[in-house]
C-alpha cells in the first residue's frame, strides 16, 4: 500500500518547534537555519544554511531534524547544506531581533555587508537601552556572541555579532 505524503506544513510546523541550541529563545526556522523542505515520492529533502562557519552545533541542529521528521514518518530523508547566499544576520526579522533583545541579548544591527562599519556603532544595552557599553570579551560562550559591559546599569550582557 502506497503511503501518503506527508505535507510540507506539518513539516514546516514540526521544525518549527526545534529551538536553536545557542539561543533557546529562538527556533532554527526563525533563525533562517532552515531555508527550504521538498517534499517528494522519494523523499524529503531539507536544505540547511550553517549560520557561523564551523558552528559545532550544526551536527547537532541536523540531528534534531531527522529526529523530528521521523517522528512524523518520514523516509528517504536527506539534510543538505547551502552557503548560498552565505547566511547573515541580516536574514533575521525584526521581530525575532526583538525576542532577542527581551531575552537579555543585544540584537546585531543590520549591516548590508559593511560589517567593519557596523562593528564601529555603539551597542544598545538590553536592559536599559543605554549606549553607554563597552566591549568586555571578544568571545562569548559560543563563536555568535560576544561580552558587553553595561556602564549604566552595570551588568555584563551578551551581544549577537552581525555576520
Ligand atoms: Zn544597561
Known sequence: MEKAMIDQTTIWQELGKITDPEIPVLTLVEMQVIRSVA???????????PTFVGCPAMEHMKGEIRSVLAALGCENVSIETT???PWSTDML???????????????PPKNEGELVAVLQLPVACPFCNSTHT?????????????????????QSFER????
Open 83 to 85: 552557503f548560498t547566499p
Open 39 to 49: 517534499v517528494s515520492e522519494d523523499g524529503v529533502k531539507v536544505v540547511i544554511s
Open 93 to 107: 526579522e525584526p521581530e525575532v531581533k526583538e525576542k532577542l533583545r527581551a531575552f537579555g541579548i543585544a540584537p
Open 134 to 154: 563597552h566591549l568586555d570579551s571578544p568571545f562569548g560562550a559560543t563563536l555568535c556572541k560576544q561580552i558587553y559591559y553595561c556602564d549604566n546599569c552595570r
Open 160 to 163: 549577537f555579532k552581525p555576520i
